[in-house]
């Protein structure tokens, strides 16, 4: 009876500090301001950086757009930075945009150099030429 009571005792004060914690709108100087978060990453991004390739390709396979930007970068370049090359063959091969230009001016081919992905800039280069 005694662990029942503590159990419903923590889960009450758990309950209360959640409804607490999620206030979105707070005033300020009289204003109303609406607080949200949001990734900036896209969660295909994401399976990218972390070189997921089925999650990857089935991502593809239902559509997802493979030069769409998430945080300013395409998935190519998300690829080409880790060097994610056969993330990266499966993006080119689907229409993946290797000229397209991240919000800070660099290209896939820049990002792979600029983080010594040697393997990552050879596939870049041969899919340019082509």
Known sequence: MKKTII???IALCFSVATIQANSS???LNNQSV????SFKVSPFCISIAKGDFETVKKLVELG???NQKSDGMTPAMYAAKYNRIDILNLLIANGANLKAKSDKGMTALKYAELH???DAKAIIEEA???
């Open 7 to 9: 159990i419903s005792a």
């Open 34 to 37: 609406k607080i949200s978060t």
């Open 25 to 27: 709108i707070n005033t």
């Open 116 to 118: 010594k992905a040697d």
């Open 128 to 130: 340019m030429k082509k």
């Open 64 to 66: 997802a757009d493979v």
